[in-house]
């Protein structure tokens, strides 16, 4: 009786589902879509630079947002310290910020950066040069704080 029940259950489905309803209930606008997420950018951009205490138009917003991110060569400071915090011990925040291969490979040769303490200190000065990270991008040094990048 199972059998039956189910191969019936099946059949209903397979012909609910290839019915035509008439009109397709779900279209979709491009262009209205399209718009949506260019005006959810230019407000996200614009409450940034205000959160920052700058009054500026939409325009000058924009170009304002993209210049904090493009001051480090395009790399961004929350993706190095989120990367740095979650996979630091792999050396991944240094590959991101475009360090040699070999860097982070001895990151994982040595159990971590120093068993997580250079990843740590690499948190830190992240952490506290937010505003710029462009010294730390494509840095062959292994300690990436050391040799006057401060």
Request: some cysteine.
């Amino acid at each position: 009786m199972r059998k039956i029940l189910l191969t019936l259950c099946l059949g209903v489905m397979v012909i609910a589902a290839n019915a035509d309803p008439g009109q397709n209930p779900y279209t979709v606008n491009d262009q209205q879509i399209e718009s949506v997420f260019q005006h959810s950018v230019n407000a996200a951009m614009t409450n940034m630079v205000q959160s920052a205490g700058l009054a500026l138009t939409d325009a000058s917003a924009a170009n304002s947002a993209h210049a904090l991110v493009s001051d480090a060569g395009g790399k961004s400071f929350a993706a190095a310290l989120l990367l740095d915090l979650f996979l630091g011990g792999l050396g991944i925040h240094r590959l991101y910020l475009g360090t040699k291969t070999m860097t982070w490979v001895g990151y994982i040769l040595t159990c971590g950066g120093i068993f997580g303490i250079v990843p740590l200190v690499d948190l830190v000065v992240l952490i506290v040069h937010n505003e710029d990270i462009s010294p730390y991008v494509n840095n062959p040094k292994f300690f990436m704080w050391a040799g006057g990048n401060m």
